[in-house]
């Protein structure tokens, strides 16, 4: 996997605290990272469903019953 070099600001008693339990700065930032993006997709997701939400469609009704035959 390809990753992008980044820097970022961390307050001095939350970088010591992390150091003396032994986290990975780097691997809990990555972490923290890929969560906001999970979140934020499924933020846009739910708002574009919400802007055009499903509707019944009968064709679905006959594929299902081809399915049983």
Not at 10 to 33: C, F, K, M, T, Y
């Amino acid at each position: 996997m390809a990753s992008t070099r980044t820097t970022f600001t961390l307050d001095d008693a939350l970088a010591e605290r992390a150091r003396q339990l032994q986290i990975n700065i780097s691997a809990a930032a990555r972490e923290g990272v890929a969560a906001a993006v999970r979140a934020a997709l499924a933020e846009a997701d739910r708002a574009a469903y919400e802007r055009v939400p499903e509707r019944p469609d009968p064709f679905w009704n006959d594929a299902e019953a081809w399915s049983k035959e």
